[in-house]
């Protein structure tokens, strides 16, 4: 007959198997009151907190459990992974430390000493632990997924893809390590592999939802639209709250379909918590579709309430945008005299403008020409001249070669290669002087309009936190206007101005031009920007695969009202056109 102790033990078993962690937690801080030196109720209770969230109360039975008995490696393991999970990274490295002098088997600490530097954003450091890991122990399947997620989060994709792929190759019955692989894969411009990995993990997990999202995305970056929302329509079938996919299937669909998705997503933003991540997706969501049925009064509020929860989490520092135009056009210097290595690249064509401003649609043009390779928004000048900004000086050479190795296969064997991140137009200088034969094509666009566009979107890139305060974006657009006058009054030769509503009013007209600028003999594909394959992974998705259009075209006095804040802050002296 089981004791009073052990009938306890029994009864936490089995509240953790059902999912019960917080009355498993209260039943094991019971029993550890009542059992005070039984290690195992204080390591129940701690387990029973980390699976509800409780992470201060999981280090705490965890330490309680560590002074019954300090050597045990098990509950030294557990006290190291809440601590990371309850944000103290810096404590446990600290205790890392010290237990790796006293054990012999150190590979499992390793491991949590990676997991730490990770969570510190450490990636460099996460890459030296595992390797040495790796030195005693090849055939652990965490380690390799572990280095690379380290190596995808400094974009090192090769290494990042090797890493998955021999953790998968280990352990073939988790398709984890095969949908990390997809987006270095796809940052590699291997659209094809990065399809066929998640579509492997769906056959060996299919409700893995992840997996899923991912390949909603992928289908959609690669203009298979139908596909995509199916994958979108399969995640909100088993994810009611799904809000992400919510969002994201909205802007995919006709009015027709949203108008049947509707009762789905007022049932969503009722169930979820009102003050949870998943409103703000939500909100995007309902504005965009009452957008799309014309009651823009609805979708201003919707809108407005998306941006505000938004912003709570991803504020604006202007000071140090501030700060980055002083240093960019007045104090940034070359650290080399030696020129970059660029005579065996295609020749650089940078489009830049404002996000929203037609730069997807401008990159479809040019990349419709054969001797003119896609390569979307590349992040390798972001990479180098950002840390280079508080020395006020980079390197072109590593600048250079930051390019040359993201540069896919396809695009070593072309003439031009166009980078279509909208931010560039930042970093004029230090491009040209990296580049010298380099181009810029610069689209210029309404900014309310730009607005209303951006206002209506969800960015997850840090840069663009501007985008959801109205003030905000207004001084982000003046900034962008003093950039811009800047570079053009320094190279007037070496940047083509283009207004959105020229292009979409004469595409064939605005092509031809583009093509002579950048030293291209003009084509018929060029003015047919819709029919073009290549891969987008921006907020134009849906867009670009619709054909010109001029509908957007003043679009923001349907929001004229709900654009006040923004409108309000535009410097007139800037922006001297705008009636």
């Known amino acids: 007959m089981a004791n009073p102790a052990q009938i306890q033990m029994q009864k936490i078993t089995a509240q953790m198997r059902a999912g019960q962690f917080t009355g498993a937690a209260k039943t094991a801080t019971a029993a550890f009151k009542k059992f005070p030196r039984e290690i195992g109720f204080a390591n129940a209770a701690g387990s029973a907190h980390a699976q509800a969230g409780n992470f201060p109360q999981a280090v705490s039975f965890f330490n309680k459990a560590l002074a019954l008995a300090p050597g045990d490696a098990g509950t030294q393991d557990n006290l190291l992974r809440v601590l990371v999970q309850a944000g103290r990274a810096e404590k446990a490295l600290e205790l890392v430390d010290r237990l790796l002098k006293k054990r012999d088997e150190t590979v499992p600490l390793m491991i949590l000493k990676a997991n730490a530097e990770m969570a510190l954003e450490r990636f460099h450091d996460a890459i030296a632990t595992t390797s040495q890991a790796l030195e005693s122990e090849t055939k652990i399947s965490e380690i390799w997924a572990l280095r690379g997620a380290a190596h995808d989060c400094v974009r090192e994709d090769d290494a990042a893809i090797a890493d998955f792929q021999q953790a998968f190759d280990l352990a073939p019955s988790d398709p984890t390590p095969l949908v990390n692989m997809a987006e270095p894969l796809t940052r590699r411009h291997r659209t094809d592999d990065a399809l066929a990995v998640l579509q492997q993990a769906l056959q060996i997990r299919p409700s893995d939802l992840r997996a899923r999202r991912f390949l909603a995305i992928q289908l959609a970056q690669a203009g298979q639209g139908e596909a995509a929302k199916a994958e979108y329509h399969r995640l909100i079938e088993a994810d009611p709250l799904d809000a992400q996919s919510f969002r994201a ?36 969501a309902m504005g965009n579709l009452l957008f799309q049925h014309k009651d823009y009064e609805g979708a201003a509020s919707a809108l407005a309430r998306a941006n505000s929860l938004t912003a709570k989490t991803r504020p604006f520092n202007k000071k140090v945008a501030e700060a980055e135009f002083e240093t960019l056009t007045r104090k940034l210097t070359s650290t080399n005299d030696r020129d970059p290595e660029v005579k065996s690249m295609p020749r650089p064509i940078f489009i830049i403008g404002q996000p929203r401003s037609g730069t997807t649609l401008c990159e479809m043009v040019l990349s419709a020409h054969p001797q003119v390779a896609s390569c979307g928004e590349m992040e390798a000048a972001s990479r180098v001249l950002d840390p280079a900004l508080s020395k006020g000086a980079f390197d072109p050479v590593t600048l250079a070669a930051a390019f040359q190795d993201d540069l896919p296969e396809a695009a070593l064997k072309v003439q031009a290669f166009v980078d279509k991140m909208p931010a560039n137009y930042r970093y004029v200088d230090a ?8 181009v810029f094509v610069h689209l210029t666009r309404d900014p309310r309009d730009v607005a209303l ?10 840069w663009m936190n501007f985008t959801f305060d109205q003030r905000a974006m207004a001084y982000q657009a003046n900034l962008y206007r003093r950039y811009m006058t800047h570079w053009q009054d320094l190279y007037p030769d070496r940047i083509l101005t283009l207004d959105y509503k020229d292009i979409v009013s004469d595409i064939e007209g605005a092509s031809r031009e583009m093509a002579k600028f950048c ?24 867009q670009v695969r619709q054909g010109v259009h001029q509908k957007s075209l003043g679009g923001w006095r349907r929001f004229e009202k709900a654009l006040a804040p923004f409108c309000d802050a535009l410097d007139p002296a800037l922006w001297p056109d705008l009636d």
């Open 431 to 438: 491009l040209l002087k990296t580049f010298p034969d380099a």
């Open 453 to 462: 566009s951006m206002w209506r979107n969800f960015f997850p890139n840090p």
């Open 249 to 284: 299937l909205v802007l995919a669909q006709t009015a027709e379909e949203n108008t049947k998705l509707k009762p789905a997503l007022e049932a969503a933003l009722k169930q979820l918590p009102q003050k949870s991540e998943g409103q703000a997706s939500l909100n995007f």
């Open 519 to 542: 030293g291209l003999d003009w084509i018929a594909e060029m003015a047919a920007p819709e029919k073009n394959t290549a891969m987008v992974r921006t907020a134009s998705v849906t």
